[in-house]
């Protein structure tokens, strides 16, 4: 295993440790940090839970559905580099966040908004970058994993669907505003 892979797996382990050491800190607290960090929907006082709230897992099945998803998405990303892991993650995280602050109706907590956008990402940005080994990659995890984009609709009680629209939303928008540029034509000689 390259040093490239080396690193993308530890990130992508060390993200989920996170979470799992969060959600002890959830259990011990009483779950006082859901109810205090969580997104709560068109509130001022809510509007942290767009940075908190994805740390946050209401339950072990809840956490458990999002960490196996989380590793093999954030280490595909983490293999294009920290750097890149870290942006796309940023406006994955934002956009689903912010995407439930304004339209879902009710306290919100989970990364499966992330989780959505690393997904949609890996999806689409082959497209954008114009490479077949992408596009094959793209359509393996969609054969694998392609049956969580249900999770864009409001088809399940007590499922933000919010989170994982807007978060998709925020994977497609990285994938185009992280692709290769164009070079220009070149200017004239004189």
Not at 3 to 30: D, K, N
Not at 86 to 107: E, K, N, R
Request: contains cysteine.
């Amino acid at each position: 295993m390259g040093e490239r892979a080396r690193t993308a797996l530890a990130c992508s382990l060390g993200f989920a440790a996170v979470l799992w050491g969060v959600f002890i800190l959830t259990v011990v607290s009483g779950g006082g940090l859901i109810r205090d960090l969580g997104i709560a929907p068109r509130r001022v006082d809510g509007l942290d839970g767009v940075l908190f709230g994805p740390l946050l897992h209401a339950g072990i099945p809840h956490l458990l559905g999002n960490t196996v998803p989380l590793i093999v998405f954030s280490f595909l990303v983490l293999l294009e580099g920290v750097r890149r892991f870290l942006l796309v993650a940023a406006i994955c995280w934002l956009a689903s966040g912010l995407g439930v602050w304004i339209f879902g109706s009710g306290l919100t907590v989970g990364v499966s908004g992330v989780v959505f956008g690393l997904f949609a990402y890996l999806l689409v940005r082959g497209f954008y970058n114009r490479s077949a080994g992408q596009i094959l990659l793209a359509l393996l995890l969609f054969a694998v994993f392609g049956s969580i984009l249900w999770g864009v609709l409001p088809v399940s009680f007590g499922v933000s669907w919010q989170a994982h629209l807007f978060g998709a939303a925020g994977g497609v928008l990285a994938a185009v505003l992280l692709r290769p540029r164009q070079a220009g034509p070149a200017l004239p000689q004189r």
